[in-house]
């Protein structure tokens, strides 16, 4: 069966209606959907009797223009794959749609949204969250599914979760891989060929470094613009440029 495509907040908010008592499971995206967001998906197809994915690609979230302007976008890909994987419905809204009020309301996290990706991407955590309280609003989730490639994200959303009570529980899905290591990320196809094969040395620096400092000088010396190396509470986190593309990962130390 075909997903089915809707696209303002009505829409949605009278679809869920008649979802009343069966379990849904969300999987928010900004679509250029690859095998990362499928594992999501399957896992909520799995544990849910309804699957919903939403594609919003959030301008709030991005601090640097050229990269919204550059984010891929793959409309029909995403639907075939929405379809393998049997999602019921596709939330695809517009700026208008999800910002009725202009972003005047935000939600603001004060402590760790400003630490790693957040010193170099100022406002960047303030977009992720408000976009996901305001998709958790609208589609009223049993569970939500988000990646541990973006781990910081995913533990603000968790805490934001709790903090606001929200009945959704969030559930962690590990990192999907290429086969040489790199974490598979939409921004991937913006690599060129020579930066595609530099690419996974971000994965095996994190890993195979005994400290921080050394798995940043590995990374510079491979040609990267290291933004951070990390440690904090047994993970070590990441950021790096390759040419155009920012790239982020994170590993279990
Ligand atoms: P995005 O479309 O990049 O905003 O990602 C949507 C969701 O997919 C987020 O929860 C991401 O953490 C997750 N995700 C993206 N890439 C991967 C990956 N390689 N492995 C697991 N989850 C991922």
Request: charge should be neutral.
């Amino acid at each position: 069966m075909n997903p089915i495509v809707l696209q303002t907040p009505e829409e949605m908010i009278s679809t869920r209606a008649t979802l009343f008592g069966k379990s849904i499971g969300f999987v928010p995206t900004m679509g250029a959907l690859h095998r990362g967001h499928a594992e999501l998906l399957k896992q909520a197809r799995t544990e849910n009797e309804i699957c919903i994915l939403s594609i919003f690609v959030n301008p709030t979230q991005f601090n640097d223009k050229k990269d919204l302007d550059n984010y891929p976008q793959a409309w029909q890909s995403d639907f075939n794959l929405a379809k393998e994987n049997q999602v019921d419905y596709i939330f695809l809204p517009t700026y208008q749609n999800i910002y009725p009020d202009q972003y005047r309301f935000k939600i603001i996290e004060t402590d760790f949204s400003k630490s790693l990706c957040g010193k170099s991407r100022p406002g960047h955590f303030d977009g992720v969250l408000t976009v996901v309280m305001k998709l958790l609003s609208l589609t009223g989730p049993t569970r939500a599914y988000f990646g541990e490639k973006d781990y910081q994200q995913l533990r603000l959303i968790k805490e934001m979760v709790a903090a606001f009570f929200l009945p959704t529980e969030i559930i962690a899905v590990p990192t999907v891989r290429e086969s040489d290591g790199l974490a598979m990320s939409s921004r991937n196809v913006r690599l060129s060929p020579v930066n595609r094969q530099i690419a996974p040395t971000l994965y095996h620096a994190l890993t195979k470094s005994a400290t921080a400092e050394v798995a940043n000088s590995h990374l510079q010396n491979a040609g990267f613009q290291v933004d951070y190396v990390t440690d904090f509470n047994n993970r070590r986190y990441a950021a790096a440029r390759l040419g155009e593309v920012r790239l982020i990962d994170n590993v279990t130390i």
